[in-house]
């Protein structure tokens, strides 16, 4: 509360004239906003129509929110973290039984291997050495149902025995799986080929008595990229207020909504804060995560390589992507202290609040791990996050709620070139950035009542949690 120190017997009048959070909410620029979606639409458009990892359209990202950083030197402490991505791509695999091609898809992270022809053999959930025991697996194709661990560690076990690839079959009926062995944060080793299937495909395999073949066609490049960081150089650095969104877009469009809208808003904040010398009693970190749509692999990458210490003068994390889809809803990440961090539920509640307030409909959206708060949740600081939808469909409810286009995607252009200056709902973006003003207005002022942190093991737990790693499916 910013008035209080000059005239604290005025505290009635100082809640009247505005707290910080509704000082700064009432400072978004709707027509900033729009100004630096057309500028990164043009660094994309001078880069093939993308920003991807690896592309001078995500150079120029860099570049961009760097120079409009620095000119507020004196306000922020600003840093970049530099690491690897493993990247990888499926160029061509296939699985097939008596010279018939079965239905199957290649995990991501996947070896490479030429042709093979071997025995199935199935190893139930194939999470636990005992599952292996009394089997002869070596050079064999290991066939294990979905569920129990990550499909990492299923890789991980038929690799330690010795298989020659793995089959991991759905649990449900009626689809085929597809997925994600590991995030190419670190050396992909260890691993065998592994190939997705339906349940019935899986059951069939199990029961053939054929050989079966497959081969898988699999490469792997090694892009250097940066997280960019700034911190306020104000307020009290062991109480941190961390803001995060991502800077890459997919490779396949310009990504003005995924990422666009997330990062300029945080780009509009830092400018706002800077520029009203906005002085915090708790600091605040704005982090600008890389390699997000391969896997969360930068804001990862920054989580695992906190000290203790440092971890804990994180009092939170709050995640924020695709704030303006076309068709949108508001949607708040269902944080919920029994399984994530203590305090994520608070964040939501929050939101939620602030929703009601100004009259808006909301919807809760499962926390499944499908952006860049994951890797802070393993590592026991509480998160939060809202969204405007996805590639997916809305439903009746959800029309009569947020108005649009029922039975249609949130965002048609999802993860395409069209996600362009025309893909924005500037309505739910204005909306959004003020909710991320107030929130933040609201935290650093003051984390009275905010639980406390500590580090608790739940990297486990998180794991079965958070199903997805980004897009993909990870457990
Ligand atoms: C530009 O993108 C198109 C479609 O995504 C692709 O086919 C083409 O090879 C790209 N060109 C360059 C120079 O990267
Ligand atoms: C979004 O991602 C693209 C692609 O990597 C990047 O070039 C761009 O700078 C990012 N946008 C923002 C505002 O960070
Ligand atoms: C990334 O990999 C390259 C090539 O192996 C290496 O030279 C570089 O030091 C690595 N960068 C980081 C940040 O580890
Ligand atoms: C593997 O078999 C496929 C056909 O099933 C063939 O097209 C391919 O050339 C073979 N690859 C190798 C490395 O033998
Ligand atoms: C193969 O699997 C995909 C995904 O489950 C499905 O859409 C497609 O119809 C299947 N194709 C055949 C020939 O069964
Ligand atoms: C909220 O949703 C209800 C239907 O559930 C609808 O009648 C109402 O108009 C919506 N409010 C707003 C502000 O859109
Ligand atoms: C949406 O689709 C369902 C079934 O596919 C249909 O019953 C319903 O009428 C459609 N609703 C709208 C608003 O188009
Ligand atoms: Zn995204």
């Not at 486990?460 to 949690?465: E, F, T």
Request: aromatic share 10%; charged share 20%.
């Amino acid at each position: 509360m910013r008035l209080v120190y000059w005239c604290w017997c005025l505290a009635l009048a100082s809640v009247t004239l505005g707290s910080l959070a509704e000082e700064l909410e009432a400072k978004v620029n709707v027509v900033d906003l729009r100004l630096k979606a057309e500028h990164l639409f043009h660094i994309a458009s001078l880069s093939n129509n993308t920003r991807a990892i690896g592309s001078i359209g995500h150079e120029g990202t860099l570049h961009y929110i760097t120079r409009l950083l620095r000119e507020h030197q004196g306000f922020y402490d600003i840093s970049s973290q530099t690491f690897n991505v493993t990247f990888n791509s499926i160029r061509d695999y296939q699985v097939s039984v008596d010279g018939q091609a079965v239905n199957a898809s290649a995990f991501y992270y996947s070896p490479a291997t030429g042709n093979v022809t071997a025995r199935a053999v199935a190893v139930e959930l194939g999470c636990e050495e005992n599952d292996y025991i009394d089997i002869d697996i070596k050079g064999c194709l290991a066939v294990a149902q979905r569920g129990g661990c990550t499909f990492e560690r299923k890789a991980q076990l038929a690799k330690s025995f010795d298989a020659a690839g793995l089959v991991i079959y759905n649990s449900v009926p009626g689809e085929g799986l597809k997925g994600t062995l590991t995030r190419g944060n670190d050396e992909v080793g260890g691993l065998v080929p592994t190939f997705g299937m339906s349940l019935e495909d899986g059951l069939k395999l199990v029961n053939s008595v054929s050989e079966v073949s497959f081969f898988m066609d699999s490469a792997f490049e090694k892009i250097e990229t940066r997280n960019i960081i700034a911190e306020t150089k104000t307020g009290d650095h062991d109480n941190i207020v961390l803001l995060g969104s991502h800077l890459d877009s997919v490779e396949a469009g310009p990504g003005i909504n995924d990422n666009g809208s997330g990062s300029i808003t945080l780009l509009h904040l830092a400018q706002t804060l800077a520029e009203n010398n906005i002085q915090t009693e708790n600091s605040i970190r704005l982090i600008w995560f890389s390699a997000e749509e391969v896997g969360l692999i930068g804001s990862s990458f920054y989580a695992d390589s906190l000290t203790e210490k440092e971890n804990l003068k994180i009092r939170l994390m709050l995640d924020y992507d695709m704030l303006a889809l076309p068709n949108y809803a508001f949607e708040i990440y269902e944080g919920d202290d029994l399984v994530d961090p203590v305090g994520s539920q608070q964040i939501k509640n929050k939101y939620s609040e602030w929703y009601a307030l100004h009259g808006l409909n909301y919807t809760f959206i499962p926390m499944d791990g499908r952006l860049d708060y994951v890797g802070f949740a393993q590592q026991s600081i509480p998160v939060g996050g809202i969204a405007t939808g996805a590639e997916k469909l809305k439903l009746l409810e959800e029309m009569e709620m947020f108005g649009g286009v029922a039975n249609e995607s949130f965002d048609q252009c999802y993860h395409q070139t069209c996600d362009n200056l025309q893909n924005l709902n500037y309505n739910a973006w204005e909306t959004n950035s003020k909710l991320i003003f107030n929130t933040l207005g609201s935290y650093a002022e003051s984390l009275n009542g905010f639980p406390a942190r500590h580090l608790v093991a739940t990297k486990s737990l998180a794991d079965l949690r958070y199903m997805y790693r980004g897009d993909e499916l990870f457990i």
